[in-house]
């Protein structure tokens, strides 16, 4: 499947979309990001969505990896692929399926504009937000702090409902805002709304506990016995 990303001749950045029924991020905040990840039963899909200069401060990303040497971003010089932006994203970022590195791979990265968010709720929208391009350079070329950027990773690790933690650079400054869905067994796509302080690590998933086959099993056995306790009152 990553292979198939990799010559994926969508692989650019885009300017795309208007503001959709307010689905789509809000660009207010200068410290956020977004997660949707989606466990499956061979593998994880995670999409991560933030302001770019949150790529830059808070996960460390060398901005000249989006901007030129005047600070302007050339639309153009995404057309050859984005999966080494994506996996520059990731590289000062320590993340953990269970307790071994997670090993995930960067499939697409794209940019928008801020100011024309694109819906971020499913796995379907962040596939789209990594995917979709095709409009024309704007006159006035932006520059970092006018866009958004879209993610999107894949890893196959032995334990898809293993527990996932992003341990990122210590940075100065405010909390970091955080909204996270999950989807796939046990879970729900509801939203999650966290606040890190610096040095904080996001941890995804169970945490501890009974693995929710356990879980499940253990309240079929339950009702199991509270109708054999009532058929023996009859």
Request: glycine content about 12%; some cysteine.
């Amino acid at each position: 499947m990553s292979g198939l990303w990799r010559k994926w001749p969508a692989l650019c950045a885009a300017l795309v979309g208007a503001m959709l029924g307010g689905a789509g991020p809000s660009g207010a905040l200068a410290d956020q990001i977004e997660v949707i990840v989606d466990r499956g039963m061979r593998g994880i899909e995670m999409f991560l969505a933030m302001p770019a200069r949150t790529a830059v401060t808070r996960f460390g990303l060398t901005p000249e990896l989006l901007t030129g040497p005047d600070g302007k971003v050339n639309f153009a010089d995404f057309s050859g692929g984005t999966w080494d932006i994506g996996d520059a994203l990731l590289a000062g970022v320590d993340v953990r399926i269970g307790h071994a590195p997670a090993g995930f791979e960067a499939t697409s990265l794209m940019v928008h504009l801020k100011d024309q968010p694109l819906p971020f709720q499913t796995p379907f929208d962040g596939l789209t937000a990594i995917s979709v391009c095709g409009v024309a350079q704007p006159e006035t070329p932006p520059a970092l702090d006018d866009l958004y950027l879209y993610a999107g990773f894949v890893a196959y690790p032995p334990d898809a409902d293993a527990p996932l933690r992003f341990d990122l650079p210590e940075a100065p400054g405010e909390r970091l805002s955080v909204t996270v869905r999950e989807y796939g067994p046990g879970h729900t796509g509801a939203p999650t709304r966290l606040h890190l302080d610096s040095g904080q690590p996001l941890i995804l998933g169970r945490q501890g506990g009974l693995p929710l086959w356990a879980i499940g099993l253990a309240a079929a056995v339950l009702s199991g016995l509270v109708a054999l306790r009532a058929l023996r009152r009859i």
